[in-house]
């Protein structure tokens, strides 16, 4: 199989979807790997690395339209739409629930369309999803931090505090892996941590791991409106697979905030927790709304490119393995977890959470694998 990697041209995404490491792999099982020239220089991975471990350096046309799996990271941009092509396999993350334009392209185009944030094994995790989640859940207290500097429009207050200084309410929506990270490192730091979930076994691992340095609170309507309210950082961290992330905040409650205090939203990506959010860049990651300082960048692991690279090729490599060694029709079918990645697939969709968002029903993946 031909497998293509592009450069990412999404506004300073600097990630690439392959590592050198990772193309040696794929030609040591007898396959070509075409490397768009350039790809891997925002990951510090220059070009000679990638030829050195046997790809083919070429330009962003050659690998869509030679490639037979396009390996990415982010979803297509609209320049590339018109590389798109029917039966071409690509790979990445798409979050098509918050971007119904892109699903129609895809259907239009008759693409077979996988999605990391979607793959998942019969033991309900997310193996491709995790390893950005645990980033950018780390990155967001950092980012949460800088919120709260007055010359960022914050309320001037360390999360750690000082002696004789309480230490910052950090408040976390969400106990899944980006949650439980960014508790990690918030607690790691000396802020009051306070962590918000509905499955009291999620909530009872975070505070078991943390040997009890956090309050853990069932997530309702009163206790997130209680603790939401006491907050100088929101981290919103909520997931449903590949579904639109569910609007905790409204902007009510957004307005009851303490002014100057912060939120992050991890879930932007998926169109984001509170009712007041809206994408950023990393060259413009904030604004202030509700006198709440807002950080809503939508690829967060983007600003730590390299380590997000391996980090992603760690988890990717071993089912695009699969992929390129039985072919996609039969990779899918001894494969549930690539099934469910799923989401558009010879013009229709396939992933129910896709499907909602998009208003069209959903059909099974097993009924167009032919």
Not at 57 to 76: C, F, H, I, N, Y
Not at 125 to 137: I, K, R
Not at 262 to 282: F, K, M, N, W, Y
Request: hydrophobic share 45%; glycine share 10%; aromatic share 4%.
């Amino acid at each position: 199989m031909v497998i293509g990697v592009p450069r990412e041209i999404k506004e300073e995404e600097n990630r690439v979807a392959l590592t050198p490491s990772g193309v040696g792999a794929l030609v040591a099982h007898g396959h070509r790997v075409l490397v768009e020239h350039g790809a891997g220089t925002g990951s510090r991975l220059p070009d000679a690395r990638y030829r050195d471990a046997g790809a083919e350096l070429t330009d962003a046309r050659s690998v869509w339209t030679r490639g037979d799996l396009v390996l990415k990271v982010k979803e297509p941009e609209p320049s590339e739409y018109e590389l798109l092509r029917p039966d071409l396999v690509l790979f990445t993350y798409l979050h098509l629930a918050a971007n119904p334009a892109l699903t129609r392209v895809l259907i239009e185009r008759r693409v077979r369309a996988l999605a990391y944030e979607t793959l998942q094994p019969d033991d309900g995790s997310l193996p491709l999803l995790a390893p950005m989640s645990e980033v950018a859940g780390r990155l967001a207290v950092q980012a949460g931090a800088w919120c709260l500097q007055a010359q960022n429009g914050g309320r001037g207050v360390l999360l750690s505090g000082a002696s004789g200084v309480r230490p910052a309410k950090v408040v976390i929506l969400g106990a899944g892996i980006a949650g439980t990270n960014a508790c990690q490192v918030a607690v790691g730091v000396g802020a009051d941590v306070s962590i918000l979930d509905i499955d009291p076994a999620k909530l009872r691992y975070v505070h078991d791991i943390l040997a009890g340095h956090v309050t853990t609170v069932m997530s309702n309507r009163a206790n997130l409106e209680e603790e939401v309210v006491a907050a100088d950082l929101v981290i919103g961290s909520v997931l449903i697979p590949g579904a639109r992330a569910p609007r905790l905040l409204p902007r009510s409650l957004v307005g009851a905030m303490r002014p100057g205090a912060a939120l992050v939203d991890v879930s932007i990506d998926q169109g984001g927790c509170a009712e007041t959010s809206r994408p950023t860049t990393h060259a413009r990651p904030t604004y202030v709304d509700e006198e709440v300082v807002h950080y809503c960048v939508t690829n967060m692991p983007g600003a730590v490119p390299h380590t997000a690279t391996f980090a992603l090729t760690n988890a990717t490599l071993s089912y695009a393995l699969e992929i390129a060694d039985r072919g996609f029709v039969e990779a899918l079918r001894r494969n549930a977890a690539l099934r469910r990645a799923s989401n558009v697939l010879a013009g229709r969709v396939t992933h129910p959470g896709v499907a909602e968002a998009a208003g069209v029903a959903a059909t099974p993946p097993e009924q167009l694998l032919s």
